[in-house]
């Protein structure tokens, strides 16, 4: 009853920048929090950023001063601008939502992805 969909991957430079773009679309009454993941290939899901209600978002030490979260709550929307791209950023970037709907049922989907290639 809810999906997530993530953009904006692509092939980038290092020290380049992408945007990427989350929603969360359905049977939605709120949207508690939003994350994204990235998973290298050959290696384990780990986790990028994660916005909550708090004001300071979580963020991987590999990422932090480079990459951003930022989210739209009227529009379900989450977003993570990179900047300063590095090679070892290469990965598929998919987006969790976990939230409740309608009488409350609560859900914690995962999107797709999306392949975020960073050359040297």
């Known amino acids: 009853q809810v999906q997530v969909v993530e953009s904006g991957g692509g092939l980038v430079q290092a020290g380049g920048s992408l945007r990427l773009s989350c929603t969360a679309s359905?049977?939605?009454?709120?949207?508690?929090?939003m994350g994204w993941y990235r998973q290298a290939p050959g290696k384990e899901r780990e986790l990028v950023a994660v916005?909550?209600?708090?004001?300071?978002?979580t963020y991987a030490a590999s990422v932090k001063g480079r990459f951003t979260i930022s989210r739209d709550i009227a529009k379900n929307t989450a977003y993570l601008q990179m900047n300063n791209l590095k090679p070892e950023d290469t990965a598929v970037y998919s987006c969790?939502?976990?939230?409740?709907?309608?009488?409350?049922?609560?859900?914690?989907?995962w999107g797709p992805g999306t392949p975020v290639t960073v050359s040297s």
């Open positions: 969790n939502a976990d939230g409740f709907g309608p009488d409350y049922y609560t859900f914690d989907v």
């Open positions: 359905g049977n939605i009454v709120q949207v508690n929090a």
């Open positions: 916005i909550t209600g708090s004001p300071t978002p």
